[in-house]
């Protein structure tokens, strides 16, 4: 990854032509999230699930789910608040107590931090440095979460163009757990494959920073 968190290869020769998938803000409903896994699935595709505490700790379920349906967990704070102005003592409370409930609920602690809003601040890179985890924001916004309710008959529509809009090699791309990206999932995979996208396995991202970056 590089410093505007997208997806660059380690050697030479590999593949540029990425993308990596990331799901924000759950884990809230067992539909959707099924939903989601049987799209990534069938595109052989893994996404970080990067999740809040507050709902790890009311739906431990929802989290060994996509744990055993073998997608990625990423931290994304326990109570979803900008931590770029909270002091260090908040920031790493809300770091860490998602590190422990995930390790306790799936046996792994996450190795991939995303702060709310993209507002770690310096407090908030350096606790994550501290805990090993890779900090990211992301390079291209889906916009799904601006969408509204009322519009759901075409939002799975704008959500392909948004990130069609903004795609780019390496593109690290934002998504939530919301019903009309679960809708789009499906087209909206087959439409960056037919481009000639591939979807970059988390697991193969380096998370200790390259030298000298
Ligand atoms: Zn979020």
Redesign the pocket.
């Known amino acids: 990854m590089n410093k505007v968190y997208n997806i660059v290869p380690n050697e030479e020769g590999t593949e540029r032509k990425v993308v990596l998938l990331t799901f924000?803000?759950g884990p809230k409903k067992k539909e959707w999230i099924n939903s989601i896994i049987d799209v990534l699935d069938k595109h052989h595709a893994k996404a970080i699930f990067f999740v809040n505490g507050y709902r790890v700790k009311e739906n431990p379920d929802l989290l060994k789910l996509i744990h055993e349906r073998g997608q990625p967990i990423g931290n994304?704070s326990w109570d979803?608040i900008s931590l770029k102005s909270e002091p260090l003592a908040k920031v790493t409370k809300q770091i860490v107590d998602v590190q422990n409930i995930v390790k306790e609920v799936t046996g792994t602690a996450p190795v991939f931090f995303r702060p709310?809003f993209g507002e770690g601040g310096e407090v908030g890179r350096k606790v994550a440095k501290e805990h090993h985890l890779l900090y990211m924001t992301w390079s291209n916004g889906s916009l799904d979460w601006t969408l509204k309710s009322k519009d759901k008959a075409t939002n799975p529509d704008k959500v392909i163009k948004n990130v069609l809009d903004q795609l780019h090699p390496g593109a690290n791309i934002l998504m939530h757990e919301l019903p009309w990206t679960v809708e789009a999932l499906d087209t909206l995979l087959t439409k960056l494959e037919e481009k000639g996208y591939h979807f970059v396995d988390p697991a193969s991202i380096s998370v200790e920073p390259a030298a000298g970056g």
């Open positions: 924000d803000d994304h979803h709310p």
